[in-house]
């Protein structure tokens, strides 16, 4: 009778022992801090200061005529590019948002590494910020082997995608129908990684300076056979 | 020494059914095929027939100078698309891409629901496809209330996200570089399910006409009062 009790009451603490290592993986899947993040903004954007996004520790609150306090799309936009610790890579067909620029000034003065990929033709319209970044010491490189760099995405900290229809214009953040996808999912963001990193080396005016040398005597060669 | 023996047994078996537990657990979620798809797809496409897709089939093999049996971004595309059994909603900026049309009309020819939303403006340049998804009987609306309505995303039977930086064009597909996200993440496919029956409601022209109605009598007595 001993020995089946004994029995009964460790088989019992062998289904509770199972349950609760189930249960407890369960709760750990949904409270690990490093559940990726997924999110979808959509944008018109309302229109509203975001000053104190630039100065969060400022004593003195803006006096400006927009509206304060007020989380917009655009702010939560910003909010991810400044949350930034150590990397920005950026690759945006068309980049005139001056706040924006604000943004990725900042981010270099405060030392982290920001590299930019812009289209050829329209880094250099009226109004594009690229000759600011330039300008800020930036290091900018512009795609020159298709028809468009038509991309719009961003990867902070080699971890939060920032991707979507969104041109960093203003037209864009104000007045069209947009949508952004920011998200941690690592199956999402590695992809956009590597092809970050693969328009950067194909655009590297070293890389192809050298390819125009080495190409150089081949053209001289073949016109000396004409 | 007996009770002890069965104690010990029990015990280990405690512990190998909680293993097997856990163990079978995370084999069900690696494995289960409602596991979300999550796919990233850069272009520019290769170039290659796509014949087959529409027509897996048919008993003649294509004889176009393309080359065939190739797996490119574009019919990788292609096939989420055409993998649709009950619907597409389809919410696009600029739609000129003759391939991507002729598969919009396969799927309304097969009874689905197609709905499609596009950019004022653009939806009446040369060479746009609504005019032709609109002569095939496919409900097309047209997004007024912004400078442009500038999204570049589909819904898959309610479940599966397209959506990225690719406008449906020859030169997005084949020329510049783009992307798309392909996936079935709940937390990713419902905010644009969402804005999609958003837009979709805003641009009814009959809730437009009947807004009008509504409207006149007011300028009228306005009018009146001056």
Redesign the interface.
Known sequence: M??LW??KA??L???A??LS??LL?WLLRRLRPGRPL?Q?I?F?SEVACVEHIFTPTSAYPCSCSLPHDVETSFSRLLRHILSASSSLDLCV?SFSNMDLSRAVVALHSRGLTVRVLSDKDYSAITGSQIGVLRKAGICVRC?SG????????AVVDSRLLI????NWTL??VL?????I?V?E?P??VR??IQ?FQR?WHNNDPVRRHLANVVRKPDRVTARTRD
Do not use: W
């Not at 298709?146 to 995405?153: D, I």
């Not at 991707?163 to 969104?166: A, D, N």
């Open positions: 001993s020995v004994t029995v460790v088989g603490g062998a289904v022992l199972s290592v189930e993986g997924k979808v959509f018109p067909f795609e298709a028809v468009h760099m038509h991309h719009k995405f991707t979507g229809s969104l037209t864009a007045h069209n129908m947009e949508n996808l998200t999912e199956d999402l992809p956009f092809e328009l």
